[in-house]
């Protein structure tokens, strides 16, 4: 059975640092591409980031580019993102996915930015 | 960045009726469509990929069509365990982006 359990989300400030991560198994980690998605209170869903199976090619959106770090390590089948300079806008349930179709999805994990 | 319009955003059905949901993409994406249902307070799941190619386990009801920039998802024979939200996501370019989402309810 495919897991994909994400931890690491929790309250924080504005400007500080969060690290997510998302432990897989059930499937061969180091053959998919990962990514993350995030969806707002009760708003749509949103991609964030996707990295190639190797770590070699990583891609986001704009509005976290060069803030947010998405790897992998396929020895430990886990996925990371890396959080800086939050901000409020940054709130959201992120989920991790596996493949480029999105095919798997963790339950998801709560971050919220605020003072 | 290519943007999905996805319609209606609410849908009432009946059991037993048959559905359709659109997602009309800004340009050309070449069947790079997926559709997901999300059910309250869940995880989205995959329903179809490559615009009509069907997820494994999930019910033939589900169907998946179009072209170009012109996608539509079928739900035929409305179900209690069809009530959701139901997304489509073009995976042709990135940024990757969602349509804005169809909350289907039964009437």
């Known amino acids: 059975e495919v897991q994909l359990v994400e931890s690491g989300g929790v309250l924080v400030q504005p400007g500080r640092s969060m690290k997510l991560s998302c432990a897989a198994s059930g499937f061969t980690f180091s053959s998919f591409p990962m990514a993350w998605v995030r969806q707002a209170p009760t708003k749509g869903l949103e991609w964030v980031a996707t990295?190639?199976?190797?770590?070699?090619?990583?891609y986001y959106r704009d509005s976290v580019k060069g803030r947010f770090t998405i790897s992998r390590d396929n020895a430990k089948s886990t996925l990371y993102l890396q959080m800086d300079s939050l901000r409020s806008e940054d709130t959201a349930t992120y989920y991790c996915t596996a493949n480029w179709e999105l095919q798997y999805w963790g339950q998801g994990v709560m971050v919220t930015v605020s003072s | 960045d290519i943007q999905m319009t996805q319609s209606p955003a609410s849908l009432s059905a009946s059991l037993g009726e048959t559905i359709s949901i659109e997602c009309r993409a800004s340009?050309?994406?070449?069947?790079?469509l997926a559709w997901y249902q999300q059910k309250s307070g869940k995880s989205p799941q995959l329903l179809i990929y490559a615009a009509n190619r069907l997820q494994d386990g999930v019910p033939s009801r589900f169907s998946g069509s179009g072209s170009g920039t012109q996608y539509s998802l079928k739900i035929s024979g409305m179900q209690p365990e069809d009530e959701g939200d139901y997304f489509c996501l073009q995976g042709s370019k990135f940024p990757l982006t969602f349509g804005s989402g169809t909350k289907l309810e039964i009437k």
């Open positions: 990295i190639s199976t190797s770590g070699g090619s990583t």
């Open positions: 340009e050309d994406i070449y069947s790079n």
